[in-house]
């Protein structure tokens, strides 16, 4: 198998995980109410544990350690989609992002689990469990806000139409994806992306939001590649403020 | 004292959840592997029981530090995601603790994990079905927060995973 082409689907994995981890903790003291704030807390918690879990999987590959990896890069060296850097903005837009995020990312370990890469489906097998807790948390309140104030609807149909063309940015294609493909790793972007429109589909359905017309869209691109939007640099920085005040302390 | 598998075994049910102090290591399940090599090597597999669980370098430490105390001094913990932890693998008795603790015991499944599943919850005061989930997500990574409708009492379960 072309190491490389593991790497390549391993930073973004790992890169994902940890810039939404890094958003989701900036509800800790934030949130609308107490439970969302500890949800989001929560969940950023399993996100950065997600991400350890695969740069540890870089590292046996030859990669630097996982803390190398995670704080002392730059922006363009990073691989996540540029849905996950955008700033939390209202509770409605962290919401949404949640809620497209974490669907399209179960079907992802869902598919991996089965990987014929034995170390990411091992990793994979044991993800899914937890996501299925983000996913029926952000499907729980996309159904009770989605069908509740004027309001509600309002704010979050204008969130979904801004958060939706850097979603599909989620499903860039990588230049291993063939490779990939073809040696039974997973079964690509096109169908994780096929999948998750389905799944969000049957949610929105019950709501009174509607999913703008795909083909009117064109997908932000770019992440997957270290093309990143103003917004990942500063959150870059501060992540790993306190790590590069001193790389060798130990804790 | 010959060095067995169930010896360590005994040891290690002194080493308790940081968090939920009168559940072992064992019988919560996460210690998925003892294995004494010919020369008295004492290997130690664990699994977290949640990807980003804070508690889980405290617990191998302390694994460690429970052989070290019993005079075994080779031993090697492998933290490791082979044999992944789910909550089936909680023991009867460690069920039993958690429900005295106050904190309901996730319920047993069969294969796959649904909706249904998660959001199910026996009350540990009152034994009532009659709850609903108020969120996934407690005071840490492995509980949820419920109310009982019977009794009208909030209260926690360990997250079925």
């Not at chain 1, 003291?29 to 950023?44: H, K, N, Q, T, V």
Request: proline residues 5%; aromatic residues 8%.
């Amino acid at each position: 198998m072309n190491e490389q082409a593991i790497k390549d689907l391993l930073y973004k994995l790992a890169d994902d995980q940890l810039i939404l981890g890094h958003r989701n903790s900036e509800w800790t003291g934030f949130g609308p109410i107490l439970e969302e704030d500890i949800a989001f807390s929560s969940m950023a918690q399993d996100k950065i544990g997600h991400s350890l879990a695969f740069y540890t999987l870089l590292h046996e590959l030859g990669e630097a350690d996982p803390d190398t990896v995670a704080f002392t890069r730059n922006a363009n060296q990073f691989h996540n989609s540029q849905l996950v850097e955008l700033p939390n903005g209202e509770y409605d837009f962290s919401l949404i992002r949640h809620f497209l995020y974490d669907n399209a990312e179960i079907i992802r370990f869902e598919m991996l689990s089965q990987s014929a890469y034995e170390p990411i489906a091992k990793v994979a097998m044991k993800l899914k469990g937890e996501v299925k807790y983000h996913v029926l948390h952000a499907n729980t309140w996309i159904k009770n806000l989605g069908s509740s104030t004027e309001e509600a609807v309002l704010r979050l149909q204008s969130s979904l139409n801004e958060a939706l063309p850097y979603a599909l940015g989620m499903f860039e294609v990588s230049k291993y994806e063939q490779e990939l493909i073809d040696a039974g790793v997973y079964a690509g972007e096109e169908a994780v992306k096929a999948e998750w429109l389905q799944r969000i589909q049957t949610v929105l359905d019950k709501t009174e939001l509607t999913l703008p017309d795909l083909a009117s869209i064109t997908p932000k691109f770019g992440g997957r590649y270290g093309e990143h939007t103003e917004h990942l640099q500063p959150l870059v920085e501060e992540m790993s403020e306190v790590f590069k005040i001193d790389p060798t302390a130990e804790w | 004292m010959e060095l067995t598998k169930e010896h360590i075994l005994t040891l290690l049910e002194e080493v308790k959840d940081p968090e939920i102090p009168v559940l072992s290591l064992v019988d919560l399940g996460v210690i998925t592997g003892v294995e004494i090599s010919e020369d008295e090597h004492v290997t130690v597999n664990m699994t977290p029981t949640f990807a980003g669980c804070p508690a889980m370098d405290y617990m191998k430490k302390d694994v460690e530090r429970t052989l070290d105390k019993h005079g075994i001094s080779k031993h090697t913990v492998i933290m490791s995601f082979d044999k992944p932890w789910d909550s089936n693998k909680i023991s009867d008795k460690g069920r039993q603790h958690l429900k005295e603790f106050g904190l309901a015991p996730p319920p047993k499944y069969n294969m796959v994990l649904d909706l249904d599943i998660l959001e199910y919850a026996t009350c540990p005061y009152c034994n009532s079905d009659n709850t609903s989930m108020r969120t996934p997500f407690g005071p840490t990574l492995c509980r949820s927060m419920h109310y009982c409708n019977d009794c009208r009492q909030m209260f926690e379960q360990f997250k079925p995973l």
